[in-house]
């Protein structure tokens, strides 16, 4: 790999594209670390920092910004959400459905969309999160003429910062590597992992420590990320605590591995075309397949599902709900640690990924244009026999894939709760890592290829 990326690095275009996106990475750091005028984030800690909470989920998308208040504190949450609401629109609406159709000029209408819905939605959003900020008495001014010009130039600024990042991701998309938004979210998320190199130093300092003393070593928490182990009582084999942070490094190269297969993982369906002749030449004959990638929706349905699952916990933090009554013990059921809120995050991650498949694969489609270009499945009669065997097949695959993401989802959860340690690179993060650095590696191949380079096919 690194043999690749200096062979890479030789090539002059393939160096300026790579330059290029690393430039935009660092502009999109710098907005994460600029802070909004008239603003105090410090009361916001409590809050983001809860387990469970989907303002905790939102700054894990945006690298720290949210809860440090800073210009890109929206991230890319607004175009991702209109990404999807133009998405499901299209097949639901007619008008829409028959503008994607029209080729690469209805296309090109269709992107825009998403920009304008995006404007809209970080302008409704930065307002949500103006009040928030008031009510968590983070504004510097609450009367008088102060307060609403405070009030313009923070819901400006969120607005301004969102459509920058918009901006940032279609330059990299135009002339540097890679997906522009999805890796602006890979480089919001890796950033969080920048205290692991402590958490692990804490670690290993408190077993050495244990070591020596001959005593007990019990997980303590320092803050809301680092954590270290301390000496106490009485302890017979302290290289137990060794092993299991082996075991907690094999588990997590483990999730890594399993990721990668499952995400580059396809069912081939084999198709056959028929011969036939126009003018003098012939055409057909050849086999091809038909690919059904085993996680189809990629992180979209996890990422649903994390929304929904965390409003009634942000809606326990927001409003301060605390107490034995009906309110607090319902919505003490969407807590992190409790049973029910894996269940119900488990049921809703399968909804959401075969609600997603079923929009975007239409096996009656399918099968005509099959029909239509004279090719068909091996001993699957045309017409309706296609149908229900391509829908038969989907049916298998976007099972098996949402196992996948249930199993990715669950395991930092639980693993979490049963060692507790707090394990930043949740399933959601590891989706989102691995399938940006895949797509990315993908994409720099492509250009190796063209190039006539060995590079990865070494």
């Given at each position: 790999?690194?043999?690749?990326?200096?062979?890479?690095?030789?090539?002059?275009d393939?160096?300026?594209?790579?330059?290029?996106?690393?430039?935009i990475?660092?502009?999109?750091?710098?907005?994460?670390?600029?802070?909004?005028?008239?603003?105090?984030?410090s009361?916001?800690?409590?809050?983001?920092?809860?387990?469970?909470?989907?303002?905790?989920?939102?700054?894990?998308?945006?690298?720290?910004?949210?809860?440090?208040?800073?210009?890109?504190a929206?991230?890319?949450?607004?175009?991702?959400?209109?990404?999807?609401?133009?998405?499901?629109?299209?097949?639901?609406?007619?008008?829409?459905?028959?503008l994607?159709?029209?080729?690469?000029?209805?296309?090109?209408?269709?992107?825009?969309?998403?920009?304008?819905?995006?404007?809209?939605?970080?302008?409704?959003?930065?307002?949500?999160?103006?009040?928030?900020?008031?009510?968590?008495?983070?504004?510097?001014?609450?009367s008088?003429?102060?307060?609403?010009?405070?009030?313009?130039?923070?819901?400006?600024?969120?607005?301004?910062?969102?459509m920058?990042?918009?901006?940032?991701?279609?330059?990299?998309?135009?002339?540097?590597?890679?997906?522009?938004?999805?890796?602006?979210?890979?480089?919001?998320?890796?950033?969080?992992?920048?205290?692991?190199p402590?958490?692990?130093?804490?670690?290993?300092?408190?077993?050495?420590?244990?070591?020596?003393?001959?005593?007990?070593?019990?997980?303590?928490?320092?803050?809301?990320?680092?954590?270290?182990?301390?000496?106490?009582?009485?302890?017979?084999?302290?290289w137990?605590?060794?092993?299991?942070?082996l075991?907690?490094?094999?588990?997590?190269?483990?999730?890594?591995?399993?990721?990668i297969?499952?995400?580059?993982?396809?069912?081939?369906?084999?198709?056959?075309?028929?011969?036939?002749?126009?003018?003098?030449?012939?055409?057909?004959?050849?086999?091809?397949?038909?690919?059904?990638?085993?996680?189809?929706?990629?992180?979209?349905?996890?990422?649903?599902?994390?929304?929904?699952?965390?409003?009634?916990?942000t809606?326990?933090?927001?409003?301060?709900i605390?107490?034995?009554?009906?309110?607090?013990?319902?919505?003490?059921?969407?807590?992190?640690?409790?049973?029910?809120?894996?269940?119900i995050?488990?049921?809703?991650i399968?909804?959401?990924?075969?609600?997603?498949?079923a929009i975007?694969?239409?096996?009656?489609?399918?099968?005509?244009?099959?029909?239509?270009?004279?090719?068909?499945?091996?001993?699957?009669?045309?017409?309706?026999?296609?149908?229900?065997?391509?829908?038969?097949?989907?049916?298998?695959?976007?099972?098996?894939?949402?196992?996948?993401l249930?199993?990715?989802?669950l395991?930092?959860?639980i693993?979490?709760?049963?060692?507790?340690?707090?394990?930043?690179l949740?399933?959601?993060?590891?989706?989102?890592?691995v399938?940006?650095?895949?797509?990315?590696?993908?994409?720099?191949?492509?250009?190796?290829?063209?190039?006539?380079h060995?590079?990865?096919?070494?």
């Amino acid at each position: 790999m690194f043999k690749t990326l200096r062979n890479a690095w030789k090539i002059a275009d393939l160096r300026k594209k790579m330059i290029y996106t690393l430039i935009i990475i660092v502009i999109f750091r710098l907005g994460v670390a600029m802070p909004v005028p008239f603003l105090d984030p410090s009361a916001l800690g409590s809050m983001v920092n809860e387990t469970g909470s989907m303002l905790g989920y939102i700054n894990l998308l945006t690298g720290g910004a949210f809860s440090q208040a800073t210009l890109f504190a929206l991230s890319v949450q607004p175009y991702i959400n209109a990404s999807i609401i133009i998405q499901l629109l299209t097949v639901a609406l007619p008008p829409l459905e028959r503008l994607a159709q029209e080729g690469e000029e209805g296309r090109r209408k269709i992107n825009r969309l998403p920009r304008y819905t995006g404007a809209g939605i970080a302008l409704a959003l930065s307002i949500a999160y103006y009040f928030l900020l008031k009510g968590q008495g983070s504004l510097e001014y609450t009367s008088g003429w102060q307060a609403w010009f405070t009030g313009v130039v923070i819901v400006l600024a969120y607005t301004a910062g969102s459509m920058l990042i918009m901006w940032l991701g279609e330059q990299i998309d135009k002339n540097g590597i890679g997906n522009g938004i999805s890796l602006l979210i890979f480089a919001g998320i890796v950033s969080r992992l920048g205290s692991m190199p402590a958490t692990l130093y804490g670690y290993i300092t408190g077993i050495i420590n244990g070591i020596k003393a001959g005593g007990d070593l019990t997980v303590m928490a320092l803050g809301s990320d680092v954590m270290y182990l301390t000496a106490e009582g009485d302890l017979a084999y302290p290289w137990y605590y060794i092993l299991f942070l082996l075991l907690i490094a094999v588990l997590l190269l483990a999730s890594v591995v399993f990721v990668i297969i499952m995400t580059s993982g396809e069912r081939r369906i084999p198709v056959q075309y028929a011969k036939r002749v126009v003018g003098r030449k012939m055409y057909g004959g050849q086999a091809t397949h038909i690919p059904i990638k085993v996680n189809m929706s990629g992180v979209l349905p996890v990422i649903f599902a994390s929304s929904l699952i965390s409003i009634p916990g942000t809606i326990k933090s927001i409003f301060n709900i605390t107490g034995t009554g009906f309110w607090s013990t319902f919505l003490g059921w969407f807590n992190y640690n409790r049973f029910a809120y894996a269940i119900i995050y488990a049921l809703l991650i399968i909804a959401f990924n075969y609600f997603y498949v079923a929009i975007q694969y239409n096996p009656v489609e399918i099968a005509n244009n099959l029909r239509k270009n004279n090719g068909a499945i091996p001993g699957i009669r045309p017409g309706k026999p296609t149908t229900d065997f391509i829908v038969k097949v989907l049916g298998k695959i976007t099972f098996i894939g949402a196992i996948f993401l249930v199993i990715v989802a669950l395991t930092p959860i639980i693993v979490g709760n049963l060692t507790h340690i707090n394990i930043q690179l949740g399933g959601t993060s590891l989706l989102i890592v691995v399938g940006v650095a895949l797509d990315t590696a993908r994409q720099l191949e492509s250009y190796m290829l063209m190039r006539h380079h060995k590079g990865f096919l070494e």
